[in-house]
């Protein structure tokens, strides 16, 4: 995972152009993290973040990427549970107090906090016990 973290790929298009085809595809792989939905992030906050300071960008990719994009995410799957929005948050803004305040640092800050909340999520089992591997 540090790998993918260090080197992400990102899939980007039109709408309707096939990109949720082509990232639910690859969803179905184990070694491969797939952000559940548009992040929002480079039409809400780049390149909005190139002229805000930190704390303000820390607060946009809040508000739009994690609690709006996977707030609804949520609502409209019907699972109120699916992720957990408050640890992402906080892993994020633990995050971002030791990242610089580029695109890149905010991106993947946000994407390793996911991946984190992705990797908790999948050592619960389905009576709610955590698994020691």
Same mark, same amino acid.
């Given at each position: 995972? =540090?790998? +993918?973290? !260090?080197?992400?790929?990102?899939?980007?298009?039109?709408? &309707? /152009?096939?990109?949720?085809?082509?990232? /639910?595809?690859?969803?179905?792989?184990?070694?491969?993290?797939?952000?559940? =939905?548009? $992040? $929002?992030? +480079?039409?809400?906050?780049?390149?909005?973040?190139?002229?805000?300071? *930190?704390?303000?960008?820390?607060?946009?990719?809040?508000?739009?990427?994690?609690?709006?994009?996977?707030? %609804?995410?949520?609502? !409209?799957?019907? *699972?109120?549970? #699916?992720?957990?929005?408050?640890?992402?948050?906080?892993?994020? &803004?633990?995050?971002? *107090?030791? *990242? =610089?305040? /580029?695109?890149? $640092?905010?991106? #993947? =800050?946000?994407?390793? %906090?996911? %991946?984190? /909340?992705?990797? &908790? &999520?999948?050592?619960?089992?389905?009576?709610?016990? !955590? !698994?020691? +591997?």
């Amino acid at each position: 995972m =540090s790998t +993918f973290l !260090n080197n992400p790929v990102f899939i980007c298009g039109h709408r &309707k /152009s096939g990109t949720t085809m082509l990232c /639910s595809l690859f969803d179905d792989h184990d070694d491969i993290l797939v952000y559940p =939905s548009d $992040s $929002s992030f +480079f039409y809400k906050i780049f390149p909005p973040c190139l002229n805000l300071k *930190k704390i303000d960008n820390v607060r946009l990719v809040i508000e739009n990427c994690i609690r709006e994009t996977l707030g %609804s995410e949520m609502e !409209n799957i019907g *699972k109120d549970d #699916l992720f957990d929005i408050n640890f992402i948050e906080a892993e994020f &803004k633990r995050e971002m *107090k030791i *990242k =610089s305040n /580029s695109p890149k $640092s905010l991106l #993947l =800050s946000l994407i390793k %906090s996911y %991946s984190k /909340s992705f990797k &908790k &999520k999948k050592m619960e089992n389905v009576d709610g016990k !955590n !698994n020691i +591997f």
